[in-house]
């Protein structure tokens, strides 16, 4: 009855099967893992998670914990033989009720309980075996005697008479023997076996964590987008408003200041009617001396000259050709559109500076780079490398990696460097003589620093800026296929400084010139503002 009650308690109570590579939940109810994977699949589209057996809930998918005793009882119990009272076979000679059978005897072909087993024969020729139903085919069908030996060349069961007949000669062994050879064999086979369903287990593990980082990763993408979406929808709204709110501003005061010099010109209109009809009166009349009689006489035939601008009180004014609306406020404000646009561009460089170093073969000997290779310092003592081709001849360093394609940024911090240059350059640019400088030449482009005035540099033409940079960090943006390389204050907000606009036709390789002081290229920042 113990190894039938054990036997219930290794049943999986989700397929009621005894436990395949059992697991734990926090509660301490065991399952296959196969069983409750499946369970907990179909409680997350509900998003609450139980216990199948207590129905204890969790706040989030839980953790399934390898039960190791469990899982080591399971080994041995797979090797126990099932309980003898469990077998459904019944002793042959107890007629009047059912008895469970112990054993039974090949020679006699009968099974027996523990009552009739101690009154049995025990002659050798009796061999007794666990119980069984089909005890015919423990015999040799052709001579009716017991199979005892087992021919390894043939691999059949065999008697004593068929050893020394038709396998003679063969390798032959015990049953026994033969079985327990066996059975090593497939605890070898199993323990490989075993091994290999952990090594699968830690795969499958492994691409679970990969699969739950990858929608994470995916959430949090969606939940950016979401994000970026909503800003652009909120700015484009205000702006419409604000461009919306200008016009019709403008509008009302336009037709206010119209409707008022229409009113002025509607009056003279009247008066000069009043005049036209004066006038045609006394060109009617026969009467001379009435016509002579009449005052102002003059005044009356030329109108224009009674006071002009006096009798509109000054309001007398054509309006200006061309449009009414002051369109230029109006561009301006939507100018901030280019620059919501030119902050979504900068927002959306994925690929950051984390895997651009430093090109030691490239740096000028009197340059000091840092051993993570992403700070260059200019030192008085010089570095003795070797003169080379590629290297520069003035305190300038090109980066390993060059960029022919993507959208990429790299973030750079000045420390302490009185003339810096930070850009990007093709890896042909010259490396001697005043035309190497980063921006004085048509194969690079250069932020410039200078007597703590900023100016951009493309083909040794400057550009100052008119801005005025207090941040020692500048971000570096590069289009390619767009064909522009841009450059940002980091500052609160980051503020765009200029863009260059070429058709690159080579690797682009981030480039820094520095005098007395140093430049290091930091990592990606995450939390940077966009533009607005």
Not at 9 to 17: A, D, F, K, Q, V
Not at 300 to 318: A, N, S, Y
Not at 414 to 437: A, D, F, K
Request: proline residues 4%; aromatic residues 6%; hydrophobic residues 30%.
């Amino acid at each position: 009855m113990a190894s039938a009650d054990l036997r219930d308690e290794l049943l999986c109570s989700i397929c009621l099967s005894t436990y395949t590579d059992p697991v734990m939940l926090r509660c301490g109810h065991n399952f296959c893992r196969v069983c409750i994977d499946r369970a907990l699949d179909t409680q997350d589209e509900s998003g609450v998670y139980s216990c199948p057996e207590c129905r204890e809930e969790f706040p989030e998918r839980p953790a399934l914990m390898r039960n190791f005793a469990l899982r080591k009882i399971m080994e041995n119990f797979l090797f126990i033989p099932p309980s003898k009272t469990r077998t459904g076979i019944c002793c042959t000679y107890c007629v009047d009720s059912p008895v469970p059978a112990v054993s039974s005897c090949l020679h006699c072909e009968a099974s027996l309980c523990d009552k009739h087993l101690r009154s049995h024969s025990k002659s050798p020729e009796h061999v007794l075996s666990d119980p069984s139903t089909s005890l015919e085919k423990r015999k040799c069908s052709v001579h009716k005697k017991i199979l005892e030996y087992y021919c390894t060349e043939d691999a059949a069961w065999i008697c004593v008479y068929c050893s020394a007949d038709e396998h003679r000669g063969h390798r032959v062994e015990m049953l026994d023997e033969a079985s327990e050879k066996r059975k090593n064999k497939l605890r070898n086979n199993l323990q490989k076996l075993t091994t290999k369903r952990e090594e699968t287990e830690e795969r499958v593990r492994s691409l679970e964590e990969r699969r739950r980082k990858a929608q994470e990763k995916a959430a949090g993408e969606v939940e950016r987008v979401t994000a970026l979406c909503t800003d652009i929808r909120r700015r484009v709204d205000d702006l419409e408003k604000k461009v919306l709110s200008e016009i019709s501003r403008q509008e009302k005061e336009e037709s206010l200041s119209l409707s008022a010099l229409i009113h002025q010109l509607e009056i003279k209109k009247d008066e000069l009617s009043r005049k036209m009809r004066h006038i045609e009166e006394l060109c009617n009349m026969t009467d001379p001396l009435t016509v002579l009689q009449e005052p102002d006489t003059g005044d009356l035939c030329d109108p224009e000259e009674e006071g002009g601008d006096e009798d509109t009180g000054g309001h007398d004014k054509q309006p200006h050709d061309g449009d009414d609306l002051d369109v230029a406020v109006i561009s301006h404000t939507l100018h901030t559109l280019c620059e919501v646009i030119s902050g979504i561009r900068s927002g959306i460089y994925v690929e950051g500076p984390a895997d651009i170093l430093l090109d030691v073969n490239t740096a000028a000997n009197n340059l000091l780079i840092s051993d993570d290779l992403k700070t260059a310092t200019e030192t008085q003592k010089k570095q003795n490398r070797p003169e080379t081709a590629e290297r520069f001849q003035y305190n300038q360093v090109m980066s390993r990696r060059g960029f022919t394609s993507g959208r990429h940024y790299l973030d750079v911090e000045n420390r302490t460097s009185v003339i810096l240059r930070v850009g990007m350059c093709y890896p042909s640019i010259n490396r001697r003589g005043q035309h190497s400088y980063v921006g004085n030449n048509n194969k690079s482009w250069s932020l410039r620093r200078y007597n703590n005035q900023y100016s951009v540099v493309y083909g040794s033409k400057m550009i100052k800026l008119p801005h005025k940079i207090s941040s020692n960090r500048v971000r570096i943006c590069l289009d390619y296929e767009a064909g522009q390389l841009s450059f940002y204050e980091l500052c609160d907000p980051i503020r765009h400084l200029h863009t260059f606009t070429s058709t690159f036709s080579e690797p682009l390789h981030a480039a820094l010139y520095v005098h007395e002081g140093s430049i290091k290229i930091l990592g990606r920042s995450s939390s940077w503002k966009k533009p607005s």
